[in-house]
């Protein structure tokens, strides 16, 4: 079965994977779908309750790479004033190389609450809220990321040579001192989140610590 897998950024600054969330159609796809229905209005957000959620999910993944498509839209929307500051977090840690800091953890924990607390089906992120936790008392850890699906490799390695004839590549991982692509999820939409609105995530987050 494919995963979510939820990566630590290393004090030394590598990039190495540290737990997986079984089921990665649970994960961004589930992310995707919903945000799609609440905020996009296309045939298949429209359609008929018990065929949406299927409705959706098959035109996410017929419009990949196509512009205009449901998937372009919902990349659309980080911009769209009209998401809430929950589902624009959880929205973008679905983003390609997003990354989080360790101390903004609990705004991501405190973003996947709120989304869950309004969705019955919230997919794994419970499982994500999880590993989160785990990482951010990890002394080891100064930031974390996602590879939204195992069945896609790579995404946090760097490819250093490829032998035609064997098929494989010699890879090292990812280091943030020296690879540019990463960006912070924080840094990223602080011109549009109010440090009411970050305190508010932290706080929610900070709650569901006790559990811990």
């Not at 905020?39 to 959706?56: C, G, H, K, N």
């Not at 692509?181 to 840094?187: K, L, P, S, V």
């Amino acid at each position: 079965m494919s995963s979510t897998q939820i990566f630590k950024v290393t004090q030394e600054g590598l990039v190495e994977l540290a737990y997986e969330a079984p089921n990665s159609w649970r994960g961004a796809m589930n992310i995707w779908i919903l945000i799609a229905i609440e905020y996009l209005d296309t045939p298949e957000t429209q359609a008929p309750e018990l065929m949406r959620y299927s409705a959706v999910g098959g035109a996410i993944l017929a419009s990949s790479n196509k512009p205009g498509g449901l998937l372009d839209k919902l990349w659309k929307l980080k911009k769209d004033p009209r998401l809430s500051v929950a589902d624009l977090v959880t929205l973008l840690t679905t983003f390609d190389h997003a990354m989080v800091k360790k101390e903004h953890i609990p705004g991501v924990v405190g973003a996947f609450r709120i989304f869950c607390a309004k969705h019955i089906d919230c997919g794994n992120l419970q499982r994500q809220i999880d590993i989160l936790w785990e990482l951010y008392r990890d002394p080891d850890c100064q930031a974390v990321c996602w590879n939204q699906t195992s069945v896609v490799a790579g995404v946090w390695t760097v490819e250093l040579t490829w032998d035609k004839l064997t098929g494989e590549a010699d890879e090292r991982p990812y280091d943030i001192n020296r690879d540019r692509g990463h960006w912070f999820i924080f840094e990223s939409v602080a011109k549009v989140l109010s440090e009411e609105a970050f305190q508010g995530l932290m706080v929610q987050g900070l709650v569901s610590a006790d559990a811990f």
